[in-house]
């Protein structure tokens, strides 16, 4: 950040603010605090029969790898309607939630997954616009070494996992 996005100055310093125990951008002209946090990224793993639908990335990072769909929050939406607009965004596909199935931190990008499983509405589906293809998987149909994030493959393993142990849980991870 090279200006305060309150009042535009140039004057930005890296300090401590009182109270606070860590350091922050902080404008010598107005005082505005700047606050660098994780950006949160909603996403749901369609379900149909013994099938989970992944998308073909049309877009970078990782461009053609297949990926959960999932996508950054837009302003004035709760993550449920973010996970929900991207289903429909990169697959054309509506979904009925079941409930939260990971919650994934990647710290390094300041990113957090929350992800969803969801019903495939009538098991329809298409391309969307960020996608090159959908397909619908079996477990032993998916190409885990083209799986664009780590955030999506723990969560496929996990789903696979409670299957077969007959339940559902939510799960936590991070990288």
């Known amino acids: 950040m090279n200006f305060c996005s309150n009042c535009g100055s140039p004057d930005l310093s890296s300090i401590v603010p009182t109270g606070d125990n860590r350091p922050r951008l902080v404008c010598g002209r107005c005082g505005t605090i700047h606050y660098h946090n994780p950006k949160i990224i909603a996403g749901c793993l369609p379900l149909w029969e013994d099938k989970v639908l992944l998308c073909r990335r049309a877009i970078e990072p990782r461009q053609g790898f297949w990926n959960i769909p999932a996508g950054f929050m837009e302003v004035g939406e709760t993550v449920e309607q973010g ?64 799986i664009a994030f780590e955030s999506s493959v723990f969560a496929l393993h996990r789903f696979f996992e409670d299957r077969k142990n007959g339940g559902r849980k939510v799960h936590v991870g991070s990288v």
Not at 83 to 105: D, N, P, S, Y
């Open 83 to 146: 996970a929900i607009r991207e289903v429909w965004e990169e697959a054309e596909a509506e979904v009925k939630l079941l409930g939260v199935h990971t919650i994934f931190t990647f710290t390094r990008f300041h990113h957090v997954y929350i992800q969803f499983l969801g019903e495939l509405i009538g098991g329809k589906f298409g391309v969307g616009e960020e996608s090159l293809e959908t397909k619908l998987f079996t477990e032993a149909e998916i190409p885990w070494d083209k």
